[in-house]
Nanobody
Framework: VQLQASGGGLVQAGGSLRLSCTAS????????LGWFRQAPGKEREFVAA????????YYAGSVKGRLAISRDNAKNTVYLGMNSLIPEDTAVYYC?????????????????WGQGTLVTVSS
């Protein structure tokens, strides 16, 4: 599975963005998918995950209620809707795929990674 993330950019605090991650490969629809982010000088951290059917989601506490993960298996795409953005959301956002379907918060569980897309939130 190869992943390509897009949709990042510069936005003011309180604004919205939607990230997309499109995959190639026949196993996409059977993978759990996740979004992670890495702020400057910090470790890469879990943001959200979704199961292969799109029926279950899981979020980091810091983003719950503001960010929403979804997927469209027909389009081989996973999305991250981002609302009420705050400067602390500034980071490079990465999509990732886990063929085991575990919806883990651990980076080590994810086998495939996209290249990242930068989100900058200005105050």
């Amino acid at each position: 599975v190869q992943l390509q993330a897009s949709g990042g950019g510069l936005v003011q605090a309180g604004g919205s963005l939607r990230l997309s991650c499109t995959a190639s490969g026949r196993t996409f629809s059977s993978c759990a998918l996740g979004w992670f982010r890495q702020a400057p000088g910090k470790e890469r951290e879990f943001v959200a995950a979704i199961n292969w059917r799109g029926t279950r989601t899981y979020y980091a506490g810091s983003v719950k209620g503001r960010l929403a993960i979804s997927r469209d298996n027909a389009k081989n795409t996973v999305y991250l809707g981002m609302n009420s953005l705050i400067p602390e959301d500034t980071a490079v956002y990465y999509c990732a795929a886990d063929p085991t379907g575990s919806m883990s918060m651990s980076r080590d569980q994810y086998t495939y990674w996209g290249q990242g897309t930068l989100v900058t939130v200005s105050s």
